[in-house]
């Protein structure tokens, strides 16, 4: 019998790795639909009818299809392991999700940038754009000094217990680690201590698996 949940994607994704990791955190069987950017899949009618944006991952469970990294996230902890989220107290998931704010208004800007710019571009052919490096190096710097700040503080972000405002960061930082400016996070010892504790956790080698350091494009680069 096929699992109940699918994910259409492709797993080099930071944002197809976000909801794999809680599905993997919350022991859930799932299909990973294979899908291919190249052959642009995600603009075919079959797939703008799951999302209109065109754009991956989408999950589907049962009846009931969701788009967006971070809300299918949200759904897979709500139902499946809820306790990611802070469920216990409305102060618990309020912490919780003010950290998942940081990580996508704060965190995720910036290590993105860098990421697109010294891994991507030069692996499609391009050049990086120093200048955009060294704006978001300078920007997450900051963030990172205030991480450090917090998890001085407390094990994890949201708290002592590892939460979603945790995991989220996993798929950026995967490969925002394989530039040269992975020493923001290893000269930051509370920073450094918490990104190797999340990288170590079961569900995160699984995903990382599914996830090369060149995004599998380097085949394509050498072609």
Not at 30 to 48: I, K, N, W
Not at 57 to 84: C, M, N, Q, W, Y
Request: proline share 7%; with cysteine; charged share 25%.
């Amino acid at each position: 019998m096929a699992p109940a949940v699918k994910v259409y994607g492709w797993a080099v994704s930071p944002f197809v790795a976000r909801p794999l990791l809680c599905l993997e955190e919350a022991g859930v069987e799932y299909e990973l639909v294979p899908m291919s950017r190249e052959a642009g899949d995600h603009r075919q009618p079959d797939f703008l009818a799951r999302n209109p944006f065109g754009q991956v991952p989408v999950l589907e469970d049962g009846d009931l299809t969701l788009f967006e990294s971070r809300a299918i996230a949200r759904h897979v902890l709500r139902k499946h392991k809820p306790e990611l989220l802070g469920c216990g107290s409305p102060e618990a998931e309020a912490t919780v999700d003010v950290w998942l704010e940081v990580e996508a208004h704060q965190y995720n800007p910036a290590a993105g940038a860098i990421v697109v710019q010294c891994i991507i571009l030069p692996l499609l052919g391009g050049a990086r754009d120093q200048a955009v490096v060294d704006e978001n190096v300078g920007k997450l710097k900051k963030v990172l000094e205030v991480y450090e700040a917090q998890l001085s503080t407390s094990r994890y972000l949201a708290g002592d217990d590892i939460s979603l405002a945790d995991l989220s960061h996993f798929p950026f930082m995967r490969y925002f680690m394989e530039t040269e400016y992975a020493s923001l996070v290893e000269e930051l010892p509370h920073v450094n201590a918490w990104w190797e504790g999340l990288r170590a956790r079961p569900a995160a080698r699984k995903v990382t698996e599914l996830m090369p350091p060149d995004l599998g494009l380097g085949k394509k680069a050498e072609q």
